[in-house]
């Protein structure tokens, strides 16, 4: 079989089988698509140790990010173990490839205080009963005080909100369902905009006689389900001057783990609430919380 067939076969089976997310799915098939490019999309059985290492030192060459290198050796080493399981090979030619060591990128965290104050905006904004600004409200709350994903957030429907118990159910990676609590911060701009923002946003759709966002919770300006560039349009305004440009809703999920850590939460509470697979991936936001203590430590202390 050649290396092309094989991709898409394997594509197939980490989204019919395994449930992998789309975009997931289409990180795989990007990785091995260069893999196949690489190779000349000749026979599987003929790819070796030697060629895949070639692959890799090409990356090298022309200045691949470590972490892209890394994330495509991830990949292939996938990719060969899912070809010997499927007899498509006899023997894994990926076994003994090493990845380089990701740098370590922390992520960007916004002040406590500076969010307080942007919220603060925001409400005021959203007290004036502008469909948009109650929704905009309501979103970045609910990115902040559930800490979850901008297509967790896309994704979800009415039914998913328990506005009693102040928790959201959400759809993560890998299908995986989670229930998340939720603040009163979150609570009062989400039903601001239940009752007053989204029934006009729904109106639009309507009127215009176009596809209307029907379950889903956010809504566009046309009344369809809010997508997650609109997401990042949004946080990218609101809080590109706080962190600096190209920043994305992933900010305010990285402030809201490190805010956690920063309070006392456990660390296992934190890994609960984020949908991590591995605790070892939770971890990073106690070297951003003790990168912060540290520099507060050298600040403040008279024999720092």
């Keep these: 079989m050649r290396v092309g067939r094989a991709v898409d076969a394997y ?13 997931t799915v289409r990180a795989y098939r990007s990785d091995l698509s260069d893999l196949t490019t690489a190779t000349g999309d000749g026979e599987l059985a003929d790819i070796d140790l030697e060629q895949l290492r070639e692959w890799l030192w090409r990356a090298t060459q022309r200045g691949d990010a470590r972490s892209t290198i890394a994330r495509r050796t991830s990949s292939a080493r996938g990719f060969f173990a899912w070809a010997v ?14 990845a380089p060591k990701r740098g370590r990128s922390l992520p960007k965290v916004a002040a406590s205080d500076s969010l307080t104050e942007l919220f603060d ?23 902040y005080g559930a800490a979850v ?25 890998g299908s995986k369902e989670r229930v998340v609590p ?38 566009g300006v046309r009344g369809g389900r809010l997508g997650t560039r609109a997401v990042y349009d949004v946080v990218s305004r609101v809080l590109g001057p706080e962190l600096g ?4 809703p992933h900010a305010l999920r ?27 991936t939770t971890q990073i ?20």
């Design 11 to 23: 594509a197939a089976h980490l989204a019919d089988v395994r449930r992998l997310s789309p975009a």
């Design 85 to 98: 399981e499927e007899k498509l090979l006899e023997a894994d030619p990926s076994l003994r490839l090493v």
């Design 121 to 143: 905006v925001l409400r005021a904004s959203a007290a004036e009963g502008d469909p948009i600004a109650l929704r905009d409200h309501a979103l970045l709350e609910l990115l």
């Design 149 to 173: 994903r901008v297509s967790e957030l896309c994704g979800l429907d009415l039914s998913d909100i328990d506005a009693e118990r102040r928790t959201v159910r959400v759809l993560g990676k």
């Design 182 to 219: 939720f603040g009163g911060a979150a609570a009062r701009a989400l039903d601001a905009y239940l009752v007053r923002g989204r029934p006009i946003l729904r109106a639009r759709a309507e009127g215009r006689d176009a596809p209307a966002g029907g379950s889903a919770v956010f809504l």
């Design 245 to 248: 440009a190209a920043v994305g």
């Design 254 to 280: 990285h402030s809201a783990a490190t805010h956690l850590l920063d309070g006392g939460a456990d660390l296992r509470a934190v890994q609960e609430i984020l949908g991590h697979a591995s605790l070892g």
């Design 285 to 304: 936001y106690t070297h951003v919380s003790s990168e912060r203590l540290t520099a507060t430590y050298r600040l403040a202390h008279p024999r720092a």
